[in-house]
T-cell receptor
Framework: DQQVKQNSPSLSVQEGRISILNCDYT??????FLWYKKYPAEGPTFLIS?????DKNEDGRFTVFLNKSAKHLSLHIVPSQPGDSAVYFC???????????FGQGTRLTINP | NAGVMQNPRHLVRRRGQEARLRCSPM?????VYWYRQLPEEGLKFMVY????????ESGMPKERFSAEFPKEGPSILRIQQVVRGDSAAYFC???????????FGPGTRLTVT
């Protein structure tokens, strides 16, 4: 049962444009969401997070939007840079536990 | 300001051998988590530990797998009598008390031949 889903396995974006990565979840108990970036042969790197009491969180080029009614969140990267090429994972957990539930990941490629 | 450290980075074991994976959390972090990533999949939670306590092991296979986080020293994930299906990347993460964000180590890539 995949509680966190990233339906796009890959995404290709032109350098300088906006990258939008999407994530859907099914468990209404999730109350905190995180995005991680992963390069090959490295561990995931924390990017940005959002609590369910908010609908937007911004950090530099990265913005995460949360739509609780749709159980959907998205990560916007603008402007996209070649170094952003990586696999991006959406993750969630609920307040009663500490285990992160991950999506399958989306491979983002930024083309020069 | 060292991050989460894991060793070894690569581990090759023959079927039936034991694998020991080590994780040292970030300084000041008292919570340790282990995750497994199979090829082309997301990370799957295995176990959550605090010093000398297993808090949640709901993701651990019932047999052959164990984890500990002793008072002194790194956290250890032990896999006994490895099988080919155990081949995966094993990631450790840590967080401070009360923190939501988990910070990951570089992972140990286990290959069972």
């Amino acid at each position: 049962d995949q509680q966190v889903k990233q339906n796009s396995p890959s995404l290709s974006v032109q350098e300088g444009r906006i990258s939008i990565l999407n994530c859907d979840y099914t468990n209404s108990m999730f109350d905190y969401f995180l995005w991680y970036k992963k390069y090959p042969a490295e561990g995931p790197t924390f990017l940005i997070s959002i609590s369910s009491i908010k609908d937007k969180n911004e950090d530099g080029r990265f913005t995460v939007f949360l739509n609780k009614s749709a159980k959907h969140l998205s990560l916007h990267i603008v402007p996209s840079q070649p170094g952003d090429s990586a696999v991006y994972f959406c993750a969630a957990f609920n307040g009663s536990g500490q285990k992160l539930v991950f999506g399958q990941g989306t491979r983002l490629t930024i083309n020069p | 300001n060292a991050g989460v450290m894991q060793n070894p980075r690569h581990l090759v074991r023959r079927r039936g051998q034991e694998a020991r994976l080590r994780c040292s959390p970030m300084k000041g972090h008292s919570h340790v988590y282990w995750y497994r990533q199979l090829p082309e999949e997301g990370l799957k939670f295995m176990v959550y530990l605090q010093k000398e306590n297993i808090i949640d092991e709901s993701g651990m296979p019932k047999e052959r797998f164990s984890a500990e986080f002793p008072k002194e020293g790194p956290s250890i994930l032990r896999i006994q009598q490895v099988v080919r299906g155990d081949s995966a990347a094993y990631f450790c993460a840590s967080s401070p008390w009360g923190g939501h964000e988990q910070y990951f180590g570089p992972g140990t890539r286990l290959t069972v031949t």
